[in-house]
């Protein structure tokens, strides 16, 4: 089983970068693809982007797309969401979650980081 744990929120303003990271705990991130998930105030929480267990393959929802960047470190005890030019409407908790090499659901879920966004 692996944990999952993010940092990297805080307040920053509209058009601003910001890096969140994602941490295993208990072990490494091989073989799990991991996504990120955000849910803003009184908003289900919804699907930012994933990205492959091996690196190879990213995705993204089309209004993050080009703005926002998943990747993984070497060891694969991290992954990072790099998110440019950020709006208000963008201010959530995200979250990252984990899912087994070929599984359809995201079974492992870290704590969440609050990003907010100011115009």
């Known amino acids: 089983q692996v944990q999952l744990v993010e940092s990297g929120g805080g307040l920053v303003q509209a058009g601003d970068s910001l890096i969140l990271s994602c941490a295993a705990s208990g072990r490494t991130f091989s073989n799990y693809d991991i996504g990120w998930f955000r849910q803003a105030p009184g908003k289900e929480r919804g699907f930012v982007g994933a990205i492959s267990w091996d690196g190879g393959s990213a995705w993204y929802v089309p209004s993050v797309k080009g703005r926002f960047t998943i990747f993984r470190d070497s060891a694969d005890k991290s992954v990072f969401l790099q998110m440019n030019s950020l709006t208000p409407e963008e201010t959530a908790v995200y979250y990252c979650?984990?899912?087994?090499?070929?599984?359809?659901?995201?079974?492992?879920w870290g704590q969440g980081t609050q990003v907010t966004v100011s115009s």
């Open positions: 979650a984990a899912r087994g090499a070929g599984q359809p659901t995201y079974a492992y």
